[in-house]
C-alpha cells in the first residue's frame, strides 16, 4: 500500500466522481450493467441516509473508495424497534481492489458509528468479503426477514458485544433501498456508455442472495 491515504467524510464536490467510482467498481458484477451508482445518486437525499457516515478513501489527492450507510430497524416478537445501521454501498476502484482499503474504510466508519451510538450492523453481501470484519450469519443472532427467513448473505456484526440478546428480531431497511430498476436503467443510460456483459459471477451472486439457512 503506497502513497498518501485520508479518510474524510464526502463533501459535495465528490458527488460526481463518487458516483462513477461506484458505477465502475460493480459494472456487471451483479448484473449486466449495475443500479449502484442510481442508488448513491438517490440516497444522499433520503431522510434515512447518514452524513456523517459517508466517507471517501483519497489516495494521492485521488478518491478510490467509499462507504455510505442508511438507518435500518430490528423488531423483536414484542413489537419493539431497535435502530441499527446497514451499509452499502462500499466499493474501491477496480484499480486498487484487494489491497486493504476497503478494510480501512469499514473499520474507520466502524469506530464513527460506535462513538454515534449505534451498535448493530446488518448487511446483505459475500460470507467471504466479511467475515473477516467480524460479521456472522445472521442465523447467530436470530435476526431474519419478516416471515422467518434466515438469508445465507444476510450478515450481523455486533459493535458493542452483546447488543443482540438472543430474542428474535426481525429486520427492515430503509426503503431507498427499494430501487426503481427501470429508472436506474434510464440514469444509466444518461451517462457515457459503458458495455453491458453477462458473467459467470452473476449467477453465482444470484444463487447466493437467493439461497437460506434452514
Given amino acids: 500500500m503506497q502513497g498518501n491515504i485520508t479518510i474524510r467524510n464526502e463533501r459535495p464536490e465528490d458527488h460526481r466522481a463518487v458516483e462513477q467510482l ?12 449495475c443500479i449502484e451508482h442510481y442508488l448513491v445518486h438517490i440516497m444522499r437525499g433520503h431522510k434515512d441516509f447518514i452524513p456523517e457516515l459517508d466517507f471517501v478513501l483519497e489516495k494521492d489527492g485521488r478518491v478510490i473508495g467509499n462507504i455510505m450507510y442508511t438507518k435500518a430497524t430490528l423488531t423483536d416478537e414484542s413489537g419493539a424497534v431497535k435502530e441499527i445501521l446497514t451499509f452499502g454501498p462500499v466499493c474501491v476502484h477496480p484499480d486498487f481492489q484487494r489491497r486493504g ?27 467471504d468479503n466479511y467475515v473477516g470484519r467480524g460479521f456472522k450469519s445472521c442465523k447467530r443472532y436470530n435476526v431474519c426477514l419478516p416471515g422467518g427467513r434466515f438469508p445465507s448473505a444476510m450478515l450481523v456484526k ?13 429486520y427492515a431497511d430503509s426503503p431507498v433501498m427499494a430501487v426503481d430498476e427501470a429508472a436506474a436503467r434510464a440514469y444509466d443510460d444518461s451517462l457515457p456508455p459503458m458495455e453491458k456483459k453477462v458473467l459467470p459471477c452473476q449467477e453465482s451472486f444470484y444463487i447466493m442472495s437467493h439461497s437460506a439457512i434452514g
Avoid at 474507520?108 to 450492523?121: I, L
Wanted: charged share 25%; no cysteine.
Fill in 22 to 33: 461506484t458505477r465502475e467498481a460493480f459494472y456487471n458484477i451483479y448484473i449486466p450493467g
Fill in 101 to 127: 482499503y476497503g478494510k480501512m474504510l469499514i473499520e474507520r466508519s466502524f469506530r464513527t458509528a460506535r462513538e454515534m451510538g449505534y451498535d448493530t450492523v446488518v448487511i446483505f453481501g459475500s460470507p
Fill in 158 to 170: 455486533e459493535l458493542v458485544p452483546g447488543a443482540l440478546d438472543g430474542r428474535k428480531w426481525f
